[in-house]
């Protein structure tokens, strides 16, 4: 490694270091008003309850010696900042309920399950199992990184007999279950058919849309969803709910080779046999139940796991359907039911006992109906998304269930994301109907008050009896209407801090907490985001042009028209690409005879164009773009295109316009 490589390296560790070191001293103790609500949020728990711990550490076999896995530029994945964890005394500064959650999957290691049957837990957001076949392993979802699911392969084959990885089986396209794909076979193992890779129809289609045409804002508000800028400890991250933390290794798709389309089929995979339930539209848009006669086992998935999940995620998503989801989950206990004795999923732990297991999966089955059937109950009473959610309460009986409370999803966010599925956002007041832009609708509310110095008084009095959602709200406002007020941007941090403190939600929490932060030191270094190389190789033409639709900047698109012909000279596709009305249109077939220009390239060099990796001036330098026509029509839409930073503001308003 060069001195210059290790110097940059050195200087963005340090810099990395002040940042943590600044957030941990801005940072507050918990206020005697959370001290009071943590108190009391404890003496309604069954904290004596015990049986998740032991499900949780059964069959433990190994970990990690160290604890630490390697990642490209810093570990993939590290389990040591979390051994505060490791006491039951509850700091302050943490909601009890979502302490012994934090506890639970701080668990990590390899498991044996059953016979032949092993988990990987606790070493990234998601479950690896491993499935021993008559030859070789099955693998069932990869985790998010390679790095991460490399060094799970390598933990189990550390312990067990060394086969090869026959199968591979993703249960869902999201990408802690694909991402990893590389750390444990190639692509060629698939292309060739050596490893069967298995996934639910779908699946490619939707792996990839989910990380394109929105994928720099999803990418940006996963950052306080899963508070990936956050310092780990009592006053800063210790959970995402569904697991421990997000891996930050180097994400990569390999793609299946055998697709399971019906509804339910069967197949014999090195000599197991497995029943496939295809569950579209519940927890993913394409997904798969997976039952295992010989071993009675049922792995849901990402449908029935110990926590509350989200029919909304606060990352950014489609609204997903409580009614459809929940029907799956009927489904399967009425076909798997009385034949499962024991339970896994792609997070958390398992679960043993035919009872439990049908108990188990009956409230998980009811939280989702409850959840979808009152807010939909309510929103026909004519109440709004934040009355529904302000007005919701679970049934005792499901209340008390530990793997009904929302660590990830909630009840709140969950009722209003039922609102929004039938409703939209609009909630047929007029007023909201068209309202001022926030930052304008600040400034006159914080005028209409007083001003700043009014509105600052009243609200740290209000913070001073614990009225912390109250203040977060006005102070964002204030700050909103004048970002440069230190004190509000303080008060403001003070407030979200104290909810993130209380919150059982993971999620929430770490939502709280990185606003705070960056209303203490700024929105991160805004960075031009690429598309990654690896799923890259999984977009459509057509979904890779969809997306250039969404960069154009249509001011300055305006009246000009332009029309570009597309060969791909590897796969034979065609395109006619059309600029005009500040619209951005393709469509396959035919070239059009009168384009402005021609484009002939392969896929691979138009994927690493994408990726940042060349330029189309290099490209047609080497001769890997030909161009015909006018050239420069080419590079006239190209300049047309925006580039997506990152790091945008969320808790103050943007500080560079927008074209």
């Not at 943490?94 to 049957?117: H, I, K, M, T």
């Not at 969950?414 to 047929?428: H, I, P, S």
């Not at 600040?442 to 109250?470: C, H, N, P, S």
Request: proline fraction near 5%.
């Amino acid at each position: 490694m060069s001195g210059t490589r290790k110097a940059l390296i050195a200087g963005a560790a340090l810099a990395a270091a002040l940042v943590h070191c600044q957030q941990l001293a801005a940072q507050q103790a918990a206020e005697p008003a959370t001290r009071a609500a943590n108190e009391a949020f404890a003496k309604d728990l069954p904290l004596s309850d015990r049986a998740d711990f032991e499900d949780a550490k059964r069959g433990f076999i190994a970990t990690v010696p160290d604890g630490v896995i390697a990642g490209p530029r810093a570990p993939a994945f590290d389990t040591r900042p979390f051994a505060f964890l490791n006491s039951d005394q509850v700091p302050p500064t943490v909601n009890p309920s979502l302490w012994r959650q934090a506890q639970l999957n701080a668990v990590n290691g390899l498991f044996q399950v059953a016979e032949r049957v092993y988990q990987v837990r606790g070493l990234d957001i998601s479950n690896m199992t491993i499935i021993e076949g008559d030859t070789g392993l099955i693998v069932i979802d990869t985790l998010l990184s390679n790095e991460t699911a490399k060094a799970a392969l390598e933990l189990y084959l550390k312990h067990r007999p060394a086969k090869p990885v026959v199968a591979v089986i993703y249960t869902h396209s999201h990408i802690d279950h694909f991402g990893g794909a590389k750390g444990v076979i190639t692509a060629d193992d698939a292309a060739t058919g050596k490893v069967k890779v298995i996934a639910p129809d779908g699946f490619m289609e939707h792996a990839v849309a989910e990380n394109v045409i929105a994928g720099t804002a999803m990418t940006r508000r996963a950052q306080y969803m899963y508070g990936i800028n956050l310092p780990v400890g009592e006053r800063g991250q210790i959970d995402v709910g569904l697991g421990k933390a997000l891996s930050r290794g180097t994400p990569s798709l390999v793609q299946p080779n055998d697709v399971i389309k019906q509804d339910y089929e069967t197949r014999t995979v090195d000599g197991v046999e497995i029943e496939f339930h295809l569950v579209p539209g519940s927890e993913a848009p394409a997904e798969m139940l997976l039952y295992f006669p010989q071993f009675k086992l049922l792995d849901m998935a990402e449908d029935a796991t110990h926590n509350m999940h989200n029919l909304y995620t606060l990352r950014g998503a489609e609204i997903r359907d409580g009614r459809i989801w929940s029907r799956y989950i009927g489904d399967a206990i009425a076909r798997y039911g009385d034949r499962t004795d024991i339970v896994i999923a792609q997070h958390h732990w398992p679960m043993w006992g035919n009872e439990r297991i049908t108990a188990f999966l009956k409230r998980h089955r009811d939280l989702y109906k409850f959840i979808h059937d009152q807010s939909v109950r309510l929103l026909n009473h004519g109440l709004t998304p934040t009355e529904i959610a302000e007005r919701l309460r679970l049934p005792a009986s499901l209340a008390g269930d530990w793997s009904a409370r929302g660590y990830y999803g909630t009840l709140s966010h969950n009722a209003k994301a039922v609102y929004q599925f039938y409703l939209g956002w609009y909630d047929a007041n007029p007023a909201d109907l068209d309202p001022l832009p926030r930052a304008e609708a600040a400034k006159k509310t914080i005028d209409y008050m007083g001003g700043a110095d009014a509105v600052l008084a009243r609200a740290r009095e209000d913070f001073k009896t614990g009225q912390y959602r109250w203040v977060a709200s006005i102070m964002s406002q204030l700050v909103f209407a004048d970002p440069d007020n230190k004190a509000a941007r303080a008060l403001g941090a003070d407030a979200l801090e104290q909810l993130g403190y209380q919150s059982e939600a993971a999620t929430w929490r770490d939502a709280y907490l990185t606003g705070a932060a960056e209303l203490r030191s700024g929105p991160p270094k805004p960075q031009a985001a690429a598309a990654n190389a690896e799923l890259l190789k999984g977009v459509s033409i057509d979904l890779a042009f969809d997306f250039l639709g969404v960069r154009l900047n249509a001011a300055k698109a305006e009246g000009k028209h332009i029309v570009i012909d597309w060969t791909f000279t590897d796969t034979g596709e065609t395109q006619v690409m059309n600029l005009e009305n500040s619209a951005l249109t393709h469509r396959a077939g035919p070239l059009d005879d009168k384009a402005d220009a021609g484009v002939k390239l392969s896929r691979a060099t138009f994927n690493a164009i994408s990726a940042k990796q060349r330029t189309m001036l290099a490209a047609v330098t080497s001769g890997d773009v030909v161009l015909s026509g006018n050239p420069q029509k080419l590079q006239e839409l190209f300049a047309m295109f925006d580039e997506f930073a990152g790091g945008f503001e969320i808790v103050e308003p943007r500080k560079t316009a927008v074209e």
